[in-house]
């Protein structure tokens, strides 16, 4: 059942990427990047990430994608329809260059997964914290025991790129 | 599942690549580098079952830093727009010196 | 050095303050130098004010009361303090150098090189020269630049010479002998160039000081070789030990004194090394009397005869010191013959009694060339001044009625004697000194180098016998060339018609008193200087009034504790020299006699001859043909120094530069500059300003690291 | 009294500091007070400097004095350490004795951003004290490299037409220089490492390391082309002129009065101690003996031809820091204390030279020689000054640039005749270049009406001018204080050197090298394996 589900997703998920890659108009772009973003957050979910999933299908689908709907439109993208690929030798080498990595990697990865996989153990390391403290709770503990500086740095980022975004995008006096 | 994942995120990050090579229109160049985080969100998640829960708490992070990046990405966006009144980024060579 | 501490002699005689000697004249270039300094300021913001500066004040020059006084006046306390000195020495019985070290002047290591001086018999002859006939100069440059702007400075700079030539006689060693040696040439080249507005003078200055820098070169590499060779470098050390040390006539030796005669054809204007001396008659007239006749030039003299002892070890040096110097006799005098500029014709006779000088070290008559040395610095710097007198006058007369006549040609003259009696007798006096008429100061002087050449082709083991027989008939040649053009140069001059317009035959008129008394004194050593070293031959023939003159070999036993250890060698290994004449036979007073008559009848024959004949001035005079012109124009010799010598190096240095420096060496430069240049270029094509060309790249830089990964 | 103060406690880094310390003021202080300032400053440290004259004892031998070190990069074994020898003593006074006067002749030629220039000015002088003072071969190095720094903006900001391409180029040339000599700083830091057991950078420790003949070959190579470009020997001297021309006319005097010194400083602190076989090679000693002579001669000759008046000058430097190298590479005592002295006296004759061109500059704003003629009419004293810091150049007995030279041929010729023989000629040459000059700019008729209203000397030209042409005679009449101070070092250097292996040995041991490639090629390979196997850890 969960690899069929997971297939599922993956299909759904690299199709659409191609989707954002090849649409001619932002906002098929923008609607195909939410279904890969959507996908991926079942690929968390089977992969026992629940709270990640969650994040990503509100911060990131949601929010985030909304912001990029936002300038589409703000901007009046929304009806561009003409070709903005680049020439042929540039896809050509595009191809090139996106394909012997795809290849390499997966030559790197598509062949021992079984020793790779025995080598990390059994796949069961955070079983335990998920049992314990819940899908929130095995996330959140570290991230405001251990990991708590960089949160509250994380925090301050946020705030300057808005103070940022706010300084760039306000229109020149 | 690690495998399979990891080539799932291997595939969704070349397609990125690819997207950031071939397309002029900047938004799109913007959402596949998008992609290309979420690939790499991907194989963060794949590790943490068998790592443990810090891969989850990076992947945290970079949700976060993606949702920065965005904004204020998309803010130099509106203000190259405003001035070259377009988003294809051929005519964005002043790096050229 | 043999006195080590300071103010030490070894002698029983005490110099009485021998430092203040040297002191005085730059005591006196300080005073006049300062003065010089601010009259030139005056001077200075008058012309920027676009004028002239007024050097007159009611009718007296306002620059002269002071440099007047001090000028000659040092000069006069220096020849005062020198016979003091001298008379001490005289009744002293010196047989060592005294010598007085004051400080270490250069001292590292083995070398040292004290600021000290040497008192000896050689020095004190040049002491008296240098600083009597120099006092008669400086007297004598009171009349002759009382009209010159330039007069305080022209004081310094003469005051500077004095200086540096007592210090060039007085040193105790090679390097403060260099000292001075340098040091003249560069108060020569001040001197000559001293009216520097005139390009041409200022040219004349600038060819002496290089061209006497070339003999320096010599010079310094002789130092360095003695050193080498003893680590030492002051007089005494070195002739101490020259005879142990040296092999006779070994290659070291030779090498020492070619480097040596280097130097002294560079500084006593010989072949090849000559050309600098005519163009120096473009100073003041009296400069000219002073250094370039009577002192400096005749350094070189005293370089070989101080260094005698190292000579007379070299007899193939010797040789060529006697050789350079007979050709350049001869040579000279040929110039000489055709010369119409009145200076010039002093200058190649200068060269040409030089010449005689060199020939009489050369052949190891110290005392002869020493001898010749001094009645010439009188008889020279008498026609120089004489000359002078004639030119300042005649540019009066010119400037009066602004004729644009070259004041100094000869051929513009004639007659002067009716304007200028004294200057006109005196110059005789000098003539027949110079040419060798008996019984004046030029003939004992000259006969005893002729007769000394002579009298070695017939030593017994002389290594070039036919060579000094030659030596022996050009200089008697030489002598006969030289009462020709004197005389020619007194006809043309004094006697005849006056050929410069009667309107300015109004303003020729006899030099100031200031100026013709040091004619006349010079006019009496002129006449009386031979007699200090008449030779007993020669004392007890007719020539000597059968032992009538009084003083007989006195300079030869003077400078005997000088000389003494070169003859010593020479005739250890030369054997007894002849005492007749090669070829001919006849002593010494045979001729003599002959030599006098020779010459007394080419004066008379001149006089004669010349005195009859019409002479065209200057601006209507033909341009001279055949042999007559190749004189004239000097035998070519500054054309072929120019077109071999100047104009190579010149172009030389102009491809040096612009091609050597500029294309290959900066080209190489500019070429390692330019391909970084060109790497970076070609790399910036990939900066295409593209982001998708950024990211394509980083892509390949990705897989790069994939593949290393991989594989 | 100077006990008293415990002067040699202090004096150095005082030398060293203060000048930082103005710069500062000056930075701090009002644009119309900087150079005042600035002045105030170097005259202060020069003051202080007099002092070293006293301090320094020729008596206690030619080792360091007044010595202090404290760690200051602990960890590579870098002391900040200082001292003084009777080598360095000279170059340290040269250049506070040339700093404040050079600051005096920029009062009016400066205009424009006084403040900066100033500063930088007393910046250089930090570097140049430094590089002389330090006995830490780190520490040299910085200041060595920090010197460049002030002297490229000096030039490229307040230079001429063609500032920023002399500017450049002296920058680059010299610092392709320098980074090769970084390498071979490394390389013995590392060595030292390896066979001694010490990481260290001071001078003392770096001598004790036992280099092979063939390592000390290369080490020569490295270090000499450094300081070879910076001296600067023909034929690496093209950046010369040009620096020269474009720099302003303090620029000028201190990179000819002392930093040109460094190079030859370099020369005699380093390459002969520290490589005594391959300084002593003789192939090694004809190479720098005719690249010298060559020198010499080459850029008298080009000088000659020059039609500018401060190109002129700097060719004349060229050849003198030929005079240098000869007397350097003579390996006797006559030779290094004749070209010590040479540096002296360039320093304040072509200082001073380079001063008066800029004075002439200012009245004129042309440096032609073509456009001058009958200067001496209307200055005089310029005349007077310019005339006898000339005739110091080309060495008249009696001034300061005669005892150099002379020692330095004598020297030379001790080792070599025949080269003596045309480095002889070289003194020809210079009045082969100099009178023309002197006499198409002050002598001649004054022809043209813009030379007319050249004024004198100022008051304060003459000051500047007095001290060196002073320092001049004094040094040329009695330099036996000088010879006196130097000659323990100096001979401490001629020991090191003579008591390495002899010529002859070291010959056949190098060739020996280069035929089985033994220790210096190990090295090599060691440094290989360390990266190669960086590169195997990352897999």
């Known amino acids: 059942m969960a690899e069929i589900l997971f297939f599922i997703f993956a299909a759904v998920a690299v199709g659409a990427a191609v989707g954002v890659v090849v649409s001619r108009s932002p906002v098929a772009s923008l609607l195909f990047m939410v279904t890969t973003l959507a996908s991926t957050a079942g690929i968390f979910v089977l992969l026992e990430a629940h709270f990640l999933a969650a994040l990503q299908i509100m911060v990131y689908a949601g929010a985030i994608m909304v912001l990029f709907l936002f300038v589409i439109m703000l901007l009046n993208l929304g009806h561009e329809y003409q070709r903005d690929i680049r020439g042929n030798v540039a896809v050509i080498m595009g191809f090139a260059v996106t394909g012997l990595m795809g290849g390499l990697l997966v030559r790197q990865l598509g062949g021992g997964t079984a020793g790779l996989e025995t080598n990390l153990g059994p796949g069961d390391a955070i079983d335990a914290a998920l049992l314990e403290y819940g899908a929130v709770g095995a996330i959140a503990r570290p991230l405001f025991t251990d990991y708590v500086v960089p949160f509250e740095l994380t925090g301050i980022l946020l705030l300057v790129a808005i103070v940022g975004a706010l300084v760039l995008a306000k229109k020149a006096s | ?97 | 050095m043999q006195a080590a501490g300071l103010g030490e002699s070894t002698a029983a005689w005490e110099p009485v303050l021998p430092w203040l000697i040297i002191l005085l004249p730059l005591l006196g270039f300080a005073i006049n130098g300062a003065l010089a300094l601010s009259a030139a300021r005056k001077s200075a913001d008058a012309v920027r004010a676009g004028g002239e500066f007024d050097f007159f004040e009611n009718g007296r020059p306002r620059t002269h009361s002071l440099p007047t006084w001090v000028g000659p006046g040092v000069m006069l306390l220096a020849f005062l303090l020198t016979l003091v000195n001298f008379a001490g020495m005289l009744g002293a019985d010196l047989h060592e150098p005294v010598v007085l070290s004051y400080w270490s002047w250069i001292s590292t290591g083995e070398l040292e090189v004290a600021a000290a001086i040497q008192l000896d018999q050689l020095s004190m002859i040049m002491m008296l020269i240098i600083t009597g006939v120099g006092l008669l100069i400086h007297v004598f440059s009171v009349g002759y630049m009382r009209d010159d702007p330039g007069y305080p400075r022209y004081f310094a700079y003469l005051n500077l010479f004095i200086f540096f030539m007592l210090v060039l006689v007085m040193g105790a060693s090679y390097p403060i002998m260099f000292i001075g040696w340098e040091g003249v040439g560069l108060c020569s080249y001040l001197l000559i160039g001293f009216w520097f507005s005139d390009e041409a003078k200022a040219s004349a200055g600038k060819k002496a000081f290089i061209v006497n820098r070339i003999g320096d070169l010599g010079f310094l590499l002789a130092i360095f070789l003695l050193y080498l060779v003893f680590q030492r470098v002051d007089f005494v050390g070195i002739f101490g030990d020259a005879e142990s040390v040296f092999e006779y006539g070994g290659s070291v030796i030779t090498w020492v004194t070619l480097f040596l005669l280097m130097a002294a054809t560079g500084k006593s204007a010989q072949i090849p090394l000559y050309v600098w001396l005519p163009d120096a008659m473009a100073g003041p007239t009296p400069v000219s009397a002073l250094i370039h006749a009577a002192t400096m030039v005749t350094a070189g003299v005293y370089l070989v005869a101080r260094s005698s002892v190292l000579f007379a070890l070299a007899p193939l040096s010797s040789a060529m010191v006697a050789g350079i110097g007979v050709l350049t006799a001869l040579f000279a005098a040929t110039i000489a013959l055709k010369q119409n500029d009145i200076k010039k014709v002093l200058a190649y006779s200068t060269i040409s009694q030089l010449g005689y000088m060199f020939l009489g070290v050369g052949v190891g008559a110290y005392t002869a060339g020493i001898f010749h040395l001094m009645t010439h610095a009188f008889f020279k710097a008498l026609l120089f001044l004489g000359a002078g007198a004639v030119i300042h006058s005649m540019h009066h007369a010119l400037h009066h009625t602004k004729k644009d006549w070259d004041a100094q040609d000869m051929r513009n003259m004639g007659g002067l004697k009716a304007y200028m009696p004294y200057t006109w007798i005196t110059m005789w006096l000098a003539t027949v000194a110079i040419a060798g008429i008996w019984p004046f100061a030029g003939f004992f002087s000259k006969d005893g180098i002729i007769w000394m050449t002579g009298a070695m082709a017939g030593a017994e083991q002389a290594p070039y016998a036919g060579l000094y027989t030659v030596y022996w008939i050009l200089a008697l040649a030489t002598a006969m060339l030289t009462a020709f053009y004197m005389t020619r140069l007194m006809v043309m001059t004094f006697h005849g018609e006056n050929r410069t317009g009667s309107r300015e035959a109004e303003h020729l008129h006899e030099a100031p008193r200031i100026m013709w008394i040091p004619l006349a004194v010079l006019a009496v050593l002129s006449v009386f200087g031979g007699w200090i070293n008449v030779s007993t031959d020669l004392r007890e023939s007719i020539l000597g009034g059968f032992g009538l003159l009084p003083m007989g070999e006195w300079l030869h036993g003077w400078l005997e504790p000088v000389t003494e250890a070169a003859h010593l060698i020479q005739e250890t290994n030369l054997g007894e020299i002849a005492h007749a004449a090669p070829i001919f036979g006849g002593g010494e007073w045979v001729w003599g006699l002959i030599s006098f008559v020779a010459a007394s009848a080419v004066v008379l024959a001149t006089l004669r001859l010349l005195g009859s004949r019409k002479v065209t001035v200057a601006v209507d005079d033909a341009e001279p043909t055949g042999l007559a012109r190749f004189l004239y124009n000097k035998w070519y010799v500054d054309e072929f120094y120019h077109r071999w010598v100047v104009d190579p190096i010149l172009t030389t240095s102009r491809v040096l530069w612009r091609v050597v420096d500029t294309t290959i060496i900066d080209g190489t430069v500019h070429l390692v500059g330019n391909g970084t240049r060109a790497l970076g270029w070609v790399v910036s094509l990939f900066q295409t300003g593209q982001v998708n060309t950024y990211a394509f790249i980083l892509t390949v830089g990705v897989l790069v690291i994939l593949s290393m990964v991989a594989f | 009294m100077l006990n008293a103060l415990a002067y040699d406690s202090w004096v150095l880094h005082a030398l060293i500091w203060l000048p930082l310390l103005g710069m500062v003021h000056v930075l701090w202080a009002a644009e119309d007070r900087a150079k005042e300032l600035a002045l105030r400053w170097s005259l202060l440290v020069f003051v202080l400097s007099v002092g070293l004259w006293w301090a320094y004892d020729p008596a206690l031998g030619g080792a360091y004095q007044l010595t202090s070190s404290r760690p200051w990069i602990a960890v590579w074994g870098v002391n900040y350490a200082l001292g003084l020898d009777g080598i360095s003593l000279f170059m340290v006074m040269l250049t506070t004795f040339t700093t404040p006067l050079a600051i005096l002749g920029s009062f009016d030629y400066i205009k424009k951003r006084q403040k900066p220039f100033y500063a930088l000015m007393l910046l250089l002088e930090v570097g140049v004290v430094g590089v002389f003072a330090a006995t830490d071969l780190f520490l040299f190095y910085v200041f060595f490299e920090l010197t460049l720094v002030p002297m490229y903006f000096i030039i490229g900001i307040w230079g001429g037409e063609r500032r920023i391409y002399a500017a450049i180029k002296f920058f680059l040339y010299t610092a392709v220089g320098s980074l090769l000599m970084l390498v071979g700083i490394l390389y013995i830091y590392a060595r030292g490492k390896t066979l001694l057991g010490v990481a260290s950078f001071a001078f003392a420790d770096l001598l004790q390391i036992p280099l092979t003949p063939g390592e000390q070959m290369w080490l020569f190579g490295a270090f000499a082309l450094a300081f070879a470009i910076k001296v600067p020997i023909f034929p690496f001297h093209t950046w010369l002129p040009d620096a020269h021309v474009e720099a302003p006319t303090a620029g000028s005097v201190v990179l000819a009065a002392v930093l040109l010194k460094m190079g030859t400083y370099g020369f005699v602190r380093f390459l002969l101690p520290f490589f005594p076989v391959a300084a002593q090679h003789p192939s090694v000693v004809t190479l720098m003996l005719t690249l010298g002579v060559v020198g010499i001669i080459y850029a008298s000759w080009v000088a000659a031809v020059q039609p500018d008046a401060k190109k002129l000058v700097a060719y004349s430097s060229v050849a003198h820091m030929g005079f240098v190298i000869i007397g350097i590479f003579a390996l006797n005592l006559n030779g290094l204390q004749g070209g010590l002295l040479v540096m002296i006296s360039h320093g304040i004759s072509t200082g001073a030279l380079f001063l008066l061109v800029g004075m002439l500059y200012e009245r004129r704003h042309t440096r032609l020689i073509a456009d001058f003629g009958g200067i001496a009419r209307v200055a005089p004293w310029l005349t007077t000054a310019f005339v006898i810091t000339a005739l110091t150049s080309i060495g008249l007995p009696g001034t300061s640039g005669f005892v150099g030279e002379f020692l330095v041929l004598l020297g030379t010729f001790e080792l070599h005749q025949g080269m003596a023989i045309f480095a002889t000629a070289g003194v020809i040459f210079a009045a082969y270049y100099m009178l023309p000059m002197i006499q198409s700019v002050f002598l001649n008729a004054l022809d043209k009406p813009e030379n007319q209203a050249v004024h004198d000397l100022s008051r304060r030209e003459i000051a500047i001018l007095a001290p060196m042409i002073a320092l001049m005679i004094v040094i040329g009449v009695h330099p036996t204080p000088l010879l006196r101070r130097m000659e323990p070092s100096v001979q401490m250097v001629l020991e090191r050197v003579h008591a390495a292996a002899p010529p002859s040995a070291a010959l056949i041991e190098f060739s020996e090298e280069e035929e089985e490639g033994t220790d210096a090629s190990d090295a090599w390979d060691e440094i290989l394996d360390r990266i190669t196997s960086g590169a195997g850890r990352a897999e």
């Open chain 2, 1 to 97: 599942m690690l495998a399979e994942s990891l080539v799932v995120a291997g595939m969704i990050f070349v397609v990125g690549t690819l997207g950031v090579i071939v397309r002029r229109n900047v938004i799109i160049m913007f959402l596949c580098i998008e992609l290309q985080l979420n690939a790499v969100n991907l194989t963060f998640v794949a590790f943490s079952r068998y790592v443990g829960i810090e891969g989850q708490v990076f992947v945290f992070f970079v949700i976060a830093v993606a949702a920065a990046e965005a904004a204020v990405g998309l803010a130099i966006i509106i203000s190259i727009f405003r001035h070259y009144e377009t988003v294809d980024v051929s005519n964005f060579n002043l790096l050229k010196w």
